[in-house]
Structure formats: structure tokens, C-alpha cells
């Protein structure tokens, strides 16, 4: 709105600069994927591919351990995602509905995890976790991943649960309604788009997350998608034109999921960083 | 409400608080203790800091970190708000120009890594044929294999990277700053240069406080583009404290020492935050 009067065709220069520098890359990536490896490797690079081929994508699919490690990512984001989920509702609701002793120093603690710094924990975490058996499975990841996500989801959800009006909470509870019936047969399904932001948000920071698959999931039936990429793109005679394809097929599912709830999440991540 | 009521509330709390308290507090105090014994378990002193803290390289990782994280933030906030009071103005097709903003930052970091290390590649990578085009360097650089050049390299994927985070906050900052600030300004003949430097600014404070605050703790975390861009190469040159820990722990399997090194990390990491909140606080 601001500054409409003035709006002139100048504006135009930094905003084609913008798209360039952030669409560049992803389109190199895309262009590279389809290329075959002789026209990779040629001077000067070729803009719009001569011969282009799925071969890359194929030899991802079917001669690499990529689709593997596709489904150990589904797997640990997924969980990792219910569960921040879930503890995240019902620790939101008891911050955005009832008072208590000491809640400040409660919801100040939630806070601290999200400003960690999770290099200096990667240490006790692996002894931990290697002495609860843990290392090397599903499991181990999706729990620590909460360290990632659970703070952030809790901040989200307080503002949203906060929004909604009280009143219609009492009138259900005097109708004999329980307090869990209330908030899963009210607050939760009222508060749908902060429901849709955290799991928005958990679902793309797991997906992505390196440190902690670096550390704890170093065998190949638990390695998730980053970890196998990095090993992938680091070998010693590195395949660009199979890496840029795997890169691809990694961003895929992000980029859907983002794109198509892209209004919700970022409305959800600024309301809850006012409100909370 | 009632007593009952109350104790409900910290009862719907408490399995998160419980988790996290599992998985955070009960480690950070573990690293103390990791960090005074030897693998056996026996005490040891500060021996593991000395080792530590008397290695060249610590000094080194923690030069490479403060340039690292202090240069990002510094491009990060700069283009941030620059591209978020450029997303506030009207013009055909910003809904698109938003979307398209925010793909460095959805792209997970790993593919942003590897997909820039192909575009420094010395013989077939983008960046040095469009620059050897326009003349701006004469022969081809190993971006990432030369100690000069790989520090700004990796800068300058980490600012691409996260600038949307930046813009998406200043745009919903600039969002809640009332119309009538602006019309009083117009009123009183102000121009655009001004509106920025006497209203926007001002007024996003504390978005640019939190949001550096964020950048500063992501930066620290980011193990992600360094690592799968050079490892920390070439000659240690863009080796950060974060690579070093993990070194230390999982490649020399030391993790006594490690934890020695992740603790004062962690110290001198809280040490800095609590001079940036307290120094925003104070010019409040």
C-alpha cells in the first residue's frame, strides 16, 4: 500500500534483479539434471540443453541408494512431525488457557531450545543416545529432531489458541463437554491454519536437517536424503549431472508442500511472533 | 479458576517441558561433566580445555566462525530489508515476485550446497564463464580451492540463502506500520528516501533486533553449507568451530575434548547474546 502514488516503472530494475538472483540457481540445478554428461562438461555452457535426457534422473532412481534414503527421510519426517505435533498442542493449550505458577520461566525454557546451539550438544546427545540404543534408528532421529521443532511449534500455536474467543470453550464445557473434548472438538479445529504452519514448518526442517543425520544415522538403512546427497556430490569423481537430479528430486517434495500452503505458513510464523 | 484448574495447565505443559528438558538440559549438563574426565571416566581437571583451547587450529576455527556468521549477518540484513521494503511497494505481480523470493530460502541447504559447488566448478561452472564473458577476472578461480577466495564464496551462499527469511519479516513489520505515519510524513513533504530513514526503521527496530539475533544463532548452527561445500577446506580455511566439534568427536573420536571445546563455544556463544540483548534493551 505504501508509496502507491508514486509507483514508477523504475521499480521494475530491482525487482527482475530479485527473481534473477533467487530463481538462478534452482534453474542452473534444473537445466544441469537433464543434461547428458558430455554436454556438462563443456566450455562455453550450453543454455538451453542440445540433447536433453532423463538418464541422470534414471540412474538416481534405479543404480543409486537415493530412493532408499527418500523413504528413510518420509519416514523420520513424518514421525518427527506428529510428535512435535502433538506435544506441541497440548503444551500451547495449557500456556494459551490456564495460569500457573512459574509459567513465564515454563514458556522461557520452550524458547531457549530454539536459540541452542546444536553443536554444542551433538556430543552428549550421541552418548545418550548411543546408551539408550538408539543411534543408527528411526527413532533416535525423530527424537532429537524435536530439539529442532518443538519450541517454535509451542510459540506458533500459543498465538493461535490465544485468538480464539473463550467463551466458546465455557459454553461447551457447561454443556458437559470435558476439557480434552474442548480442545480437540473446538480449539484444535478452529486454530486449522496454525495447525497447518507447524506442521508446515517441521515437516521442511526435518526434511532438511544435516547435523544430527550426520552424527546419528550413519548406517545406510537409516541415512536420510541430505546425508546420502553430501556423500553423493563429495565422491571422488563426482557425477554433476546425477547430483543435480538428485538435488531435484530432494526439493520436490518441499517445494510442493510449501508452495501450496505458502500463504498459511507465512502468515502463521508472523501472527505467532506478534501475538506470542 | 480453581487450584485444580491450575495444576491442569502445567499438567498439558509437561510432556513437552519433559522432552525437552530429556533432551536439552540433561546433555548440556552432561558436557560438563564429559568435559573434566578422560574416556575411562576418571576426573581429570581442565585438561581436555588446555588441549583444546592450546590447539592452533581452535584459535583459527573461532577467527573463521566470527568472520563467517559476522559477514553473513551484515549482507543478510542489508539485502533483507532492502528486498522487503522493495515487496511493500505496489507493482504488477508481486504476489509471483514473493513466491519467487522465498526459493533460496525453501531449497534445503544441502541442494543449495551442492548446487553452488557445481556453479563454482573451476573448468565447467557458471559463475567463472558469465564472469570471464563480462571480463571481470581474466583466467578461471577455484572458488572453492582457494584459500582467498573460498571464505567469501561461502559468505556469499549463505547470505543468498537466507536474505528471503530477512525480507519475509521486514515485509510483515512493515505490514503493521500505519498508513497515517505515512500521509503525515507525505503532508510534511517527505520523500521516499525519507519515509525509510524516519518511519520504516525506526519503526522495525525490534524485527531487525530479533531477527539478527536469529540469523546469529542459525549462523552458528550451520555445519550444512560449509561441510558439503569444502569440509572445512581448503588448508582449514573455512574450517568453523561447529566442523571442528564434530571433528574432534566423530572423526578423532575424542569426545572428551570435544565436549571441553563445545562448552566454551557454548559460553562465549551466550556471553555474546546476552551483550546483544542487553545492548538492545539499553538503547530502548
Not at chain 1, 31 to 54: A, C, D, G, H, M
Not at chain 1, 130 to 138: E, K, Q
Not at chain 1, 166 to 176: Q, S
Request: proline share 5%.
Amino acid at each position: 500500500m505504501a508509496a502507491s502514488a508514486r509507483t514508477k516503472p523504475i521499480i521494475y530494475l530491482p525487482v527482475v534483479a530479485l527473481v534473477l538472483v533467487s530463481l538462478f540457481p534452482f534453474l542452473w540445478m534444473l537445466i544441469s539434471s537433464i543434461k547428458p554428461l558430455r554436454e556438462l562438461y563443456t566450455v562455453p555452457p550450453t543454455w538451453i540443453p542440445e540433447s536433453p535426457t532423463f538418464a541422470n534422473y534414471a540412474k538416481v532412481i534405479f543404480d543409486s541408494n537415493i530412493p532408499r534414503y527418500f523413504l528413510n527421510s518420509i519416514i523420520v519426517s513424518f514421525g518427527a512431525t506428529a510428535l512435535a505435533l502433538i506435544l506441541a498442542i497440548f503444551a500451547s493449550y495449557g500456556f494459551a488457557r490456564f495460569g500457573f505458577r512459574g509459567k513465564r520461566y515454563y514458556q522461557g525454557f520452550v524458547l531457549v531450545g530454539q536459540l541452542l546451539p546444536t553443536a554444542a550438544i551433538i556430543v552428549p546427545l550421541y552418548i545418550v543416545l548411543n546408551w539408550l540404543g538408539l543411534i543408527n534408528t528411526y527413532l533416535g532421529l525423530i527424537l532429537v529432531y524435536l530439539i529442532l521443532t518443538l519450541p517454535l511449534s509451542v510459540w506458533m500455536l500459543i498465538g493461535y489458541f490465544k485468538a480464539i474467543p473463550v467463551e466458546l470453550e465455557e459454553a461447551a464445557i457447561i454443556d458437559g463437554s470435558s476439557r480434552l473434548g474442548v480442545l480437540f472438538r473446538i480449539t484444535v479445529p478452529l486454530s486449522l491454519p496454525g495447525i497447518v504452519a507447524v506442521v508446515v514448518y517441521a515437516f521442511v526442517t526435518t526434511w532438511n536437517e544435516f547435523i544430527f543425520a550426520l552424527c546419528f544415522a550413519t548406517d545406510s538403512s537409516v541415512k536420510t536424503l541430505p546425508i546420502g546427497l553430501s556423500e553423493f556430490s563429495t565422491e571422488f569423481n563426482t557425477d554433476w549431472g546425477a547430483v543435480m537430479a538428485a538435488s531435484v528430486l530432494m526439493t520436490l517434495p518441499v517445494a510442493l508442500v510449501f508452495l501450496g500452503m505458502q500463504r498459511l505458513f507465512v502468515g502463521g510464523l508472523t501472527s505467532g511472533a506478534t501475538k506470542g | 479458576m480453581s487450584r485444580l484448574d491450575r495444576n491442569q495447565g502445567l499438567l498439558f505443559a509437561l510432556p513437552a517441558l519433559l522432552m525437552l528438558a530429556a533432551l536439552i538440559f540433561y546433555p548440556l549438563v552432561y558436557t560438563g561433566v564429559l568435559s573434566v574426565t578422560d574416556e575411562a571416566g576418571g576426573f581429570v581437571g581442565m585438561q581436555n580445555f588446555s588441549a583444546m583451547l592450546g590447539a592452533r587450529l581452535t584459535a583459527t576455527a573461532f577467527w573463521n566462525t566470527l568472520i563467517y556468521v559476522g559477514f553473513s549477518i551484515i549482507f543478510q540484513m542489508i539485502l533483507g530489508t532492502a528486498a522487503g521494503i522493495l515487496l511493500n511497494q505496489n507493482f504488477r505481480g508481486r504476489g509471483l515476485v514473493r513466491s519467487t523470493m522465498l526459493i533460496p530460502w525453501v531449497v534445503p541447504g544441502i541442494v543449495a550446497a551442492t548446487t553452488w559447488a557445481w556453479m563454482f566448478h573451476t573448468e565447467f561452472g557458471i559463475v567463472n564463464y558469465m564472469l570471464m564473458s563480462v571480463h571481470a577476472i581474466d583466467a578461471q578461480i577455484g572458488w572453492l580451492t582457494n584459500p582467498n577466495t573460498v571464505m567469501p564464496a561461502l559468505i556469499a551462499v549463505n547470505v543468498w540463502k537466507m536474505f528471503p527469511f530477512v525480507a519475509i519479516m521486514i515485509l510483515a513489520g512493515l505490514q503493521s506500520v500505519p498508513e497515517t505515519l505515512y500521509e503525515a510524513a507525505r503532508v510534511d513533504g517527505a520523500s521516499f528516501r525519507d519515509e525509510i530513514r524516519y518511519i520504516m526503521l525506526p519503526q522495525l527496530r525490534p524485527v531487525l533486533i530479533s531477527v539478527s539475533l536469529l540469523l546469529m544463532i542459525w549462523g552458528l548452527n550451520a555445519i550444512t553449507l560449509i561441510y558439503a561445500m569444502t569440509k572445512g577446506g581448503p588448508a582449514n580455511r573455512s574450517l568453523i568451530t561447529p566442523i571442528q566439534i564434530f571433528r574432534q568427536a566423530f572423526e578423532f573420536f575424542q569426545l572428551n575434548q570435544a565436549a571441553a571445546l563445545s562448552l566454551v563455544f557454548f559460553l562465549i556463544i551466550g556471553l555474546i547474546m546476552g551483550i546483544y540483548i542487553k545492548l538492545s534493551e539499553e538503547r530502548e
